[in-house]
């Protein structure tokens, strides 16, 4: 990929802007990382700007390993929202589930209750309704025992391990992730921008990468910090020096699509 498929994205967006789409992931990118997953809020002007470019742009979107109970409250309706990697979707702020995840709601109840009474010390686990998380972000040296009681759990119930940023996920086995999510929502349009900061985003930019072939110009963004995948890092057409420099970044696509 070559910054030249980045400068026919902005020129796509300057001429023609509804004919861009704008994917963005959630934490690490809209939000500071925070020790409380809980706790994470869109860093000051990161809703602004996206809003924004709604309104002048195609579409835009949050595609998140979040439920959307956490992301919806953040975002306005003309916002597409991918929760739990699109599991569960919003779309012109209609609600729709992917129908083989919600079967697998008692399985991850049951799982969640394991690892609460019976995980790995040190670990938090995130209910997330669809999928939990076990985060070892304020105990790293529990990375190992996390990661192996979540590859068990998942030979007994059924569900798959997902590693994510300082956490390991047990997912529905639903051949949902952040690309279908993107592929299924970015529709017939000639650029697309994704921007993200952890492996859970690699297969939305393998989408680009895709669509990159068949002439859509994208632009691959990657969040970086010390934490940043070398893997990830080696997709990037984009580096954006964290949160702060996304909310910018949002703001300079906003202006350029005001310019025509
Ligand atoms: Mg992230």
């Known amino acids: 990929m070559s910054v030249s498929s980045v400068d026919a994205a902005v020129t796509v ?34 809703v602004e700007a996206l809003g924004r470019l709604a309104t002048s742009i195609g579409r835009v979107g949050v595609l998140s390993g979040r439920p959307l109970t956490f992301l919806a409250p953040l975002f306005p309706n003309d916002v597409f929202l991918a929760g739990l990697y699109g599991l569960e979707v919003r779309d012109h702020g209609r609600r729709r589930d992917e129908p ?5 709601r008692d399985v991850v109840a049951t799982v969640v209750a394991d690892a609460r009474s019976g995980g790995p010390h040190d670990v938090d686990v995130e209910d997330k309704g669809l999928s939990l998380t076990l ?59 994704f921007i993200g900061d952890d492996v ?6 393998r989408v680009l990468e895709q669509l990159a072939t068949s002439g859509v110009a994208v632009a691959r963004c990657v969040v970086g910090s010390d934490e940043t995948d070398p893997v990830l890092a080696a997709h990037a057409d984009v580096t954006l020096d964290g949160p702060k420099a996304v909310v910018t970044y949002l703001n300079e696509l906003a202006d350029a699509a005001g310019s025509g």
Do not use: C
């Open 13 to 46: 967006l300057r001429h023609a802007p509804k004919r861009v789409a704008v994917f963005t992931d959630f934490d690490g990118t809209l939000a500071a990382i925070v020790d409380d997953p809980a706790s994470a809020t869109p860093l000051p002007g990161a």
């Open 100 to 104: 083989n995840g919600a079967r697998w």
């Open 135 to 193: 985060h070892y972000r304020r105990h790293p040296q529990r990375a190992d025992a996390a990661v192996a009681w979540a590859t068990d759990a998942a030979q007994r119930s059924g569900l798959v391990v997902r590693p994510a940023r300082q956490s390991v996920e047990l997912h529905p086995p639903v051949d949902v992730d952040k690309g279908t999510a993107l592929a299924g929502a970015a529709g017939d349009v000639d650029a697309v921008w």
């Open 200 to 205: 859970g985003d690699l297969p939305a930019f």
